[in-house]
């Protein structure tokens, strides 16, 4: 697949989704976004239509679900390299997904962070697989950490071993504003898609550009913030109940979004609910 000329199809029944992820696209000149499709009967069609370099592939389609479309795919595109980029994180569908001859698998609530990342492996012939599934990633798959060889992704025999990777927090430094927003723009988009609930810690003018962005791009923020799924805090006010002699104090940290956290849960109703700080 020649980096020059990457053509992709991006499949997604959610259409501001859709949205997100070709705008991410777009900011790489050498990929091209030739197609989408809302189901995976359309999929189908337009991978055998258009033979993409790549797919970016959703699993939760109407019709016919990835899984299958995929399968389908595979027959009448063999060409085409396929991006799992799901919802579903559990380990046997991730597992299949792989299986099945998948390049790689993102979940929503990270595309922001790892989309490109990903694609960027496909395109230089490894594996890649999101970081939080780390519990069950597949030997052999790209994550943030690590690399495989083009001998792995050959062979499409499954493999079941569990890497020892203690859990962390991403640090990230930014050398200036637009870095800094663009960044956290495709963060929370990615997360609230998904369905998560974002807290984000952000001075006034910060935060005021990140609504902006988010609004720009099709988020319904309003939206978010009545459901609770989308907290912002000041850091003036919030600061001085986190730290204690001027140092982070962890035990201070919990209770202040502890009890933004429960606020959340009671609001999702009984549904299961993630949380992701910024």
Not at 111 to 123: K, Q, R, S, Y
């Amino acid at each position: 697949m020649e980096t020059a000329t990457v053509r992709i199809l991006v499949v997604d029944d959610y259409e501001p989704f859709r949205r997100f992820v070709c705008s991410m696209l777009e900011q790489r000149p050498e990929l091209r976004v030739v197609g989408e499709a809302s189901d995976g009967l359309e999929a189908v069609q337009k991978g055998e239509e258009l033979q993409p370099s790549l797919i970016l592939l959703d699993i939760g389609l109407p019709m016919l679900n990835g899984i299958e479309a995929a399968r389908r795919i595979h027959k009448l595109s063999p060409t085409s390299k396929i991006l799992f980029l799901s919802m579903e994180s559990s380990a046997d569908m991730v597992q299949e997904a792989f299986d099945l001859g998948a390049c790689a698998y993102v979940l929503k609530s990270q595309a922001g962070g790892e989309l490109l990342a990903a694609v960027d492996a496909v395109i230089q012939g490894n594996q890649f697989v999101s970081s939080v599934l780390r519990d069950h990633v597949l030997a052999g798959a790209q994550t943030p950490d690590q690399l495989c060889s083009e001998d792995v992704l050959a062979s499409n025999a499954p493999v079941t071993q569990k890497l020892d990777i203690p859990g962390h927090h991403a640090v990230q430094l930014y050398s200036d504003d637009e870095s800094f927003l663009n960044d956290f723009t495709r963060f929370i988009t990615g997360a609230l898609y998904a369905q998560k609930v974002v807290i984000v810690v952000t001075t006034e003018l910060h935060r005021v550009h990140l609504l902006q962005r988010l609004r720009a791009g099709g988020v319904d923020v309003a939206a978010a913030f009545g459901q609770k799924r989308f907290v912002a805090l000041d850091v003036p006010d919030s600061l001085p109940k986190r730290t204690l002699g001027g140092l982070p104090d962890p035990v201070r940290f919990a209770r202040v979004v502890g009890d933004v956290i429960a606020e959340a849960a009671k609001a999702a109703k009984g549904k299961r609910t993630q949380i992701a700080v910024g």
